[in-house]
């Protein structure tokens, strides 16, 4: 968010708190927009005031931690989570949203996770072993992936016993960035390559983090979505597949041309899909069909081999 707009938005909400003081929310909004202004501790300063108002308002209340994790305070995240925030744990989309805060670089307590972010670094030096018990102790979440992320930032860690327990641990938590989920996938699978074949696992990913991701597991990725008939996630998986220069199967391709043949979306990753199967000789009616449907929205010329096809089909 630019400058400008960040302080539009702090004058309308410091018009708000003018008209409602005894709300919450206000405080909250201008807490967030600290937060992203990175004056966090300006944005404490609000979400208290904020919980002052309501004890039990959950976004101020994960503002109010990101904000301890974003100054460092690691030891002081970890001990109000377990004294304000179990509950949240029990909420799915406030966990998730939490959770998301903590690894991200740039966090806010309402997150778009479908968007590509960057992990935060961290590094936990002599407060490791102190984190790692209160960890073990509690099944911290915050905890968790403090050390998770300083794993992640010191991939040639030596506690390589602790890492892989708490992986296995916390690699089906909701909110964690695709970037940190595949590193700790990747690391599990040396001792448990079964964990490829995990599909609810798979069906967490919303884009593929980089060109790291093996091609097998990518393609996973893939046909995981392909069989929720969830347009927007297809497409923005098939956009980072492609911006990863990783190439789909053919079952994928094809799977991915009848998903949208059937729901009658044609764009150029679905040309683009029916020509290289055409290229590879997968030749099936769906192909054609689509091809033709292609070619009455005027969406590119087809080639004279391409022409056979479809009126070998019929069409």
């Not at 004058?11 to 966090?40: C, D, F, R, V």
């Not at 599909?199 to 884009?207: G, K």
Request: include cysteine; proline fraction near 3%.
């Amino acid at each position: 968010m630019d400058l400008s707009r960040l302080e539009i938005r702090k004058i309308k909400y410091n018009a708000y708190i003018e008209k409602h003081p005894e709300k919450p929310y206000g405080y909250y909004a201008l807490g967030e927009l600290e937060m992203i202004s990175k004056s966090y501790g300006t944005a404490i300063n609000y979400f208290t005031k904020a919980l002052s108002l309501d004890d039990n308002y959950p976004r101020a209340k994960i503002g109010y931690l990101i904000c301890l994790v974003q100054e460092q305070k690691y030891i002081q995240a970890i001990k109000y989570f377990s004294k304000k925030c179990t509950y949240i744990a029990k909420k799915n989309i406030l966990l998730r949203d939490m959770l998301n805060g903590i690894c991200v670089k740039d966090a806010v307590t309402n997150p778009e996770i479908e968007k590509p972010a960057t992990c935060r670094k961290v590094n936990l030096g002599n407060k490791y072993y102190r984190i790692y018990w209160m960890y073990r102790r509690s099944e911290n979440p915050v905890a968790a992936l403090l050390l998770a992320l300083h794993f992640y930032e010191n991939k040639a860690n030596k506690q390589e016993k602790h890492r892989i327990s708490l992986f296995e641990d916390l690699v089906n938590y909701p909110g964690i960035p695709e970037a940190l989920r595949w590193f700790m996938i990747k690391t599990i699978s040396d001792k448990k390559p079964d964990i490829f074949e995990d599909n609810s696992l798979a069906a967490l990913f919303n884009y593929i983090p980089g060109k790291e991701v093996l091609t097998s597991y990518a393609n996973k990725i893939f046909s995981v979505a392909l069989l929720t008939n969830n347009e927007h996630k297809i497409n923005r998986l098939y956009r980072s597949i492609s911006d990863s220069f990783i190439p789909l199967t053919n079952d994928n391709m094809w799977h991915f041309v009848y998903v949208c043949h059937q729901k009658g979306r044609y764009n150029s990753s679905v040309m683009f899909c029916c020509k290289s199967l055409i290229k590879s000789g997968w030749i099936d009616s769906v192909i054609a069909g689509a091809i033709y449907k292609m070619k009455e929205l005027n969406m590119g010329g087809l080639s004279g081999k391409e022409e056979e096809i479809i009126k070998l089909f019929g069409y």
